[in-house]
């Protein structure tokens, strides 16, 4: 992947640090948005002695704030104006329902929202690049839910687990809108595709939720794979060459299969789309069609 930019949300830990790690191996340039300076200097440095590419870059954000998402995207378009790869892996899991600066449900906005923004406003880096590759990190949990349009900050029925799939469902209906849009504006460089890790050994049910869920993400996490292993699918789709021109799936186990019915609903990406944008605030010269 030598000349080639990887931007990956998420890297200090778990799934997003083993995409990473995977990647610089490859030789690509990543750039890893990070919450924490600290923690994402840290996974810098490692990744950088692990793999010895000293292309490895951190970008700080917390990504649940819109603010800090606009930016960070500013800071990337103006160091490295073409853009490979972009890897939306950040995500987040709460079992108390938490609202964002801009009042959005925290995991509506860092797990769907973000990755909707960051699209939009990377896009002319995407487009500047031969092939460029737009990925979301999704979750089969996307089979238990249905988007709760008119509330979808589940206010009066929040549960952890409802907000986590119903984020997760958004990924999909974006990835394939996204696709659907990108090929009616002629836009064909650029592929849009979700992946599903599989159940991953990750600290992600610990950090924000009640202890009960903790210690249900413990036990359930044990029948896991490693992070390594998590991010073998994620590495596949930014790297390999066998995708090239495929777009608009949800790969799991680095093959493509089904998604859920639900995800497939047109109306339901169109609207979801449309919302997002007004959530967002996405400007007409912004608009990616
Ligand atoms: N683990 C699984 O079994 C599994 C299964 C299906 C899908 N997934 C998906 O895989 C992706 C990676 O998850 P993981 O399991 O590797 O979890 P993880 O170890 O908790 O990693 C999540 C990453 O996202 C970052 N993040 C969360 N909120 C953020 C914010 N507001 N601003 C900036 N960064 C933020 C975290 O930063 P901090 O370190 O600062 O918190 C961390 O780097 C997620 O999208 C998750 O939904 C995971």
């Not at 931007?7 to 610089?24: F, P």
């Not at 991010?231 to 859920?260: F, R």
Request: glycine share 8%; proline share 3%.
């Amino acid at each position: 992947m030598h000349g080639m930019t990887c931007i990956v949300t998420g890297a200090n830990t778990g799934i997003g640090y083993e995409t990473a790690l995977g990647l610089a191996h490859l030789g690509a340039r990543v750039i890893l948005v990070c919450r924490t300076p600290e923690k994402g200097k840290d996974a810098c440095i490692r990744i950088a002695k692990a793999s010895g590419n000293p292309e490895i870059h951190v970008v700080s954000a917390d990504l649940s704030s819109q603010k800090e998402v606009r930016k960070a995207a500013q800071t990337i378009l103006s160091r490295w104006s073409r853009i490979d790869v972009l890897l939306n892996n950040a995500g987040t899991w709460l079992s108390k329902q938490t609202l964002t600066e801009d009042g959005i449900e925290m995991q509506f906005a860092v797990n769907h929202l973000t990755p909707f923004l960051l699209t939009h406003l990377l896009m002319p880096g995407l487009k500047a690049a031969p092939e460029g590759r737009v990925l979301v990190v999704g979750s089969d949990s996307h089979f238990q839910t249905k988007m709760h349009f008119g509330n979808l900050n589940l206010d009066r029925k929040y549960h952890g687990l409802r907000a986590y799939a119903q984020s997760k469902l958004a990924n999909c209906l974006f990835i394939y809108e996204l696709d659907r849009k990108l090929k009616a504006a002629g836009i064909t460089n650029v592929t849009a595709n979700c992946i599903q890790p599989g159940l991953v050994k990750t600290d992600i049910g610990i950090k924000h939720t009640a202890s009960i869920h903790a210690l249900a993400w413990k036990i359930r996490r044990s029948g896991g794979v490693s992070p390594a292993e998590g991010a073998e699918t994620s590495i596949y789709l930014a790297s390999s060459e066998e995708v090239i021109g495929k777009s608009g799936l949800y790969w799991d186990k680095c093959a493509p299969k089904k998604s859920s019915k639900r995800s497939y609903k047109e109306d339901d990406a169109r609207r979801l789309w449309e919302e997002s944008e007004a959530l967002c605030g996405i400007r007409d010269d912004e608009k990616i069609l």
